[in-house]
Nanobody, 125 residues
């Protein structure tokens, strides 16, 4: 069992930045591929970004490419999502997820075994 804890959400103006963090207080994330997903009210949960277990490979949804950056720090057992140039359409609950694989991380929620509780991002226009 892996408990994931997200932090860093909040209210930001259009064009602003936020940095989300995800950690596992009682389990190393070293052997997990990690992903970030988001879900707005009335919408399905959608893929945002993923990073493989080693941190070498990253993947992004087209809607955030060039604006968001996913990274991981094994010394802090943390995966981060740096979000720049935020738009109102980026507003959602953001969830981190863990996938126990050393293969390419997936972009579908069903592929991930463990989820955090979510952190809310609000973008004002």
């Amino acid at each position: 069992q892996v408990t994931l804890v997200e932090s860093g959400g909040g209210l930001v103006r259009t064009g602003g930045s936020l940095r989300l963090a995800c950690t596992a207080p009682s389990r190393s994330l070293a052997s997990f591929a990690m992903g970030w997903f988001r879900q707005a009210p009335g919408s399905d949960r959608e893929f945002v970004a993923a990073i493989n277990w080693s941190g070498i490979s990253t993947y992004y949804a087209d809607s955030v490419k060039g604006r968001f950056t996913i990274s991981r720090d094994s010394t802090k057992n943390t995966v981060s999502l740096q979000m720049n140039s935020l738009k109102p359409e980026d507003a959602a609950f953001y969830y981190c997820a863990a996938m126990p694989t050393r293969l390419r991380p997936g972009n579908r929620p069903v592929e991930y075994d463990y989820w955090g509780q979510g952190t809310q991002v609000t973008v004002s226009s």
